[in-house]
């Protein structure tokens, strides 16, 4: 199956400091700090996330179960003017995306990248490239994985793939037995 490509357009979000304001609550005699977001993001999120909805159906893209593939988000700045900074953009429309529930299912899956930043009075924009990215878990690819998979079917440890050093490495989690793809804890089993 081609690994799936997602291609949007956003208009510039609101900042971070435009997207989300913090206020200071009195509960039972105590002060605490609620963040809430601003009406400037509710209005981005609202628009991007129809035009994620229309993007997602006309480009077939579907989303993933698997809560431990993660994303690649590709992105392109062309900012109106020369004093804004990309990583103030990069809180409201990731929330946005996931807030859609269409694309992944939690921003923790999310590998942000931005690839340039160019100025475009005329048209301020942000062209996002969104897909999987090739490794899973430790492994850097599919294939890597399957070899590694191949050799724990012999382990006493496996138990059809129930081993906890092996789930626990599809799921991205190191642990030092499992050094340059091999498993210092394999034990044969006896036929």
Known sequence: MPKQILKLTSPIPPSVNHYIGYRIL????????????KPAGKIYEKEFINLIHTQVRKQGWKISDNKFQHYYMDCDFYFPRTDMDANNYMKCLPDAITRSEVIWLDD???CERVNKVNYDKENPRIE???QPVDYIGIFENENILNEFENTC???KRYLGGKCSLLKDSKCGIVHKEIKDNV???KKIKKT
């Open 26 to 37: 009195t509960v039972n005699g105590r002060q605490t700090i609620s963040v809430y977001k």
């Open 128 to 130: 996002i490239t969104i």
């Open 153 to 155: 079917i012999d382990c």
């Open 183 to 185: 498993c210092s804890q």
């Open 108 to 110: 923790r899956q999310l």
